[in-house]
């Protein structure tokens, strides 16, 4: 029994890139038999985790994965009543006192500096960007920006950059955009978010942001890791049974629904990113599992470096964010 962890971590280099293999359930308890138990053990508390999109699914199970590691949690939601339901069963098993709800939409970026002006909070030490959204059709914010790109890249580059100054206060602070699997079969794109809309796909366009998101985790970790106590990571959580899944893919869902992961499950290496020591310090990497993943198995997804130039100067300038001066530490 001792001998599998070491049979599991071994063979996890082939068996992470066939996804029906390792993106379902199966995967995933497979896996688990490679992590090490002592990862996760971290008493958060004292520690500030602020979740996007947290009142179901994955944003849902690491908030309360967290709060019950004794972080303080604040929960951003865009929709009041199900973010209050959520921050009420919360509070229910953790206590009142560390769990905090604050209504935001992280398409609009109006809604974002909002957010950031009224949080009451000087430092913060952990921000998870895993709101998303997957629309059939294209669709616009209230910015001109294309939904999927505005929600998903745009808005989670806004707050972080908002909130640098806050993140720089902390002695060890972690920032995490939840991906997708998806992401592995798409080469960004920066025209996806100006295609016509008789043009539009929305999978294509989504698993475009996904990419996005992993690009912006390396750029950001490139500008600030030496500046800054701030470790930037991406993950992407296998096949997840989710509400967004159910709505936005109903196919790929009927099919799959009997081995698709739980939420807590996908929540797993959110978790583990926001309190193991394992990946402090580390620079933008995407992670599967607890495990470093590889950014591109397929050779022709790979973008080039003025891709990535491209994108963030594009972030900058939609959201009139700027990241061209480091935040360092306060004293």
Not at 39 to 49: E, M, S, Y
Not at 92 to 115: F, M
Request: glycine residues 8%.
């Amino acid at each position: 029994m001792t001998v599998l962890p070491s049979i599991v971590r071994f063979v996890r280099p082939v068996t992470d890139l066939v996804a029906p293999c390792s993106f379902n359930r199966m995967g995933f308890e497979l896996n688990r038999r490679g992590f090490d138990p002592e990862d996760v053990q971290r008493d958060g508390l004292g520690r500030v985790a602020l979740v996007t999109g947290a009142n179901s699914g994955i944003g849902r199970a690491a908030s309360l994965d967290l709060l019950r590691r004794g972080f303080d949690v604040w929960m951003l939601c865009r929709d009041l009543g199900r973010g209050s339901e959520a921050r009420d069963a919360m509070a229910r098993e953790c206590g009142e006192g560390r769990v905090h709800l604050a209504v935001v939409d992280i398409s609009s970026l109006r809604s974002i500096r909002r957010l950031a002006e009224a949080l009451p909070l000087e430092q913060v030490d952990v921000l998870v960007h895993n709101a998303g959204v997957l629309p059939r059709d294209k669709q616009l914010t209230e910015d001109g920006v294309e939904l999927t790109f505005a929600t998903n890249v745009l808005g989670p580059f806004a707050l972080t950059g908002l909130l640098m100054d806050r993140l720089a206060r902390s002695s060890d602070a972690r920032v995490i955009f939840v991906a997708s699997g998806g992401l592995y079969l798409q080469r960004f794109d920066l025209s996806l978010i100006e295609v016509p809309a008789s043009r539009f796909h929305g999978p294509r366009v989504y698993a475009n942001a996904k990419r996005g998101q992993v690009i912006l985790a390396g750029m950001l970790a490139e500008r600030f890791s030496d500046d800054a106590p701030v470790t930037f990571a991406s993950m992407h959580p296998g096949w997840v049974d989710t509400t967004a899944l159910r709505t936005s893919l109903p196919g790929f869902y009927g099919v799959m629904r009997p081995i698709l992961r739980t939420a807590e499950q996908g929540a797993d290496t959110v978790v583990w990113l926001a309190t193991s020591d394992v990946p402090r310090g580390t620079r933008g990497q995407l992670w599967f599992d607890r495990r470093v993943a590889c950014q591109h198995p397929l050779p022709w997804t790979r973008e080039r470096g003025e891709t990535r130039k491209r994108l963030l100067a594009q972030c900058e300038l939609l959201s009139h964010v700027s990241l061209s001066e480091p935040h360092r530490k306060a004293a």
